[in-house]
């Protein structure tokens, strides 16, 4: 048997799976990285002049699979909310500068949506600071006409919710609700030292529980955003955590 060797410097294309149903939910193929640590303890029996170790007992086998990527979409989120993206109509806020103008002798402004029953509220500004108490208005539509003392040219700003398209997606985040256990299968490529050529090579999780712990960046300079992810390795009921298979 010809014993090769192989260097390894790509990242796993990933797809995820449902324990219950071993269907695929998710596919990941632009991940900055994915990389699989494994770890276990060792306790010693010690004995003699000197205290030395005599023998050593293996235990607590752990490993993990960690995830970086600066794209993602909401399923990944939903995966580690322990939530399913639900897509439908959804209130949004709104906040908006407006200019007063004068229709038939009232002082009015146009929002860009129509504001939902009772949401929306309206100041004038300076500099973007509220100005004394709220305007009192009256809504029609997306028309709101001011009935407080102002005059046309002068800056309001309006805040308000309005309905969202029926194509919104939505994850909510529960106190009680965790992300769940999956299977994680990775494809990535091993370069043959002899030939110089790539070999596939896969790797098999068989149950990895997310971590609830992410940071989702919001910045407007440097490096993209990246989400890490840990997922934390089980093993299953034939007692394996990991197979890798080069083919």
């Given at each position: 048997?010809?014993v090769?060797t192989?260097?390894?410097r790509?990242?796993?294309d ?8 071993n269907?695929?939910?998710?596919y ?41 990527t ?6 990944i ?10 897509s439908?109509s959804t ?5 908006e ?7 038939a002798g009232n ?5 860009s ?14 500099e973007?600071?509220f100005q004394g ?12 006409t001011?009935t ?8 309001v ?17 529960k ?10 299968i ?17 790797m ?14 919001m910045?407007?300079?440097g490096?993209?955003?990246?989400l890490d ?5 089980m093993?299953?009921?034939s ?9």
């Open positions: 048997m010809t090769n192989y260097g390894l790509e990242v796993a990933l797809t995820f799976y449902d324990l219950t149903t269907r695929p939910f998710l990941l193929p632009y991940a900055l990285t994915s990389s699989n640590e494994h770890t276990s303890q060792v306790t010693y029996a010690r004995g003699g002049k000197g205290n030395p170790k005599r023998m050593i007992f293996d235990g607590n086998r752990e490993s993990t699979l960690k995830i970086s600066q794209l993602f979409d909401f399923r989120i939903s995966l580690l909310a322990g939530a399913e993206v639900t439908g209130n949004i806020f709104k906040r500068e407006l200019v007063v103008t004068e229709n002082m009015e402004v146009v929002l949506m129509p504001p939902a029953n009772g949401s929306i509220a309206i100041y004038l500004i300076d973007d600071a108490e709220e305007c009192a208005i009256s809504v029609n539509g997306s028309a709101v001011i407080s003392p102002i005059t046309a040219g002068e800056k700003i309006a805040y308000y919710q309005h309905l969202s398209g029926s194509a919104a997606e939505k994850i909510s985040f106190t009680d609700k965790f992300p769940k256990a999956c299977k994680v990775g494809d990535t490529l091993l370069k043959n030292e002899a030939t110089n050529e790539n070999e596939p090579f896969q098999i999780v068989y149950k990895a529980k997310p971590q609830a712990n992410f940071t989702l960046n910045t407007s300079e490096e993209p955003t990246k992810m840990t997922f934390e390795l093993a299953d009921s007692n394996n955590f990991i197979d890798y298979i080069k083919y």
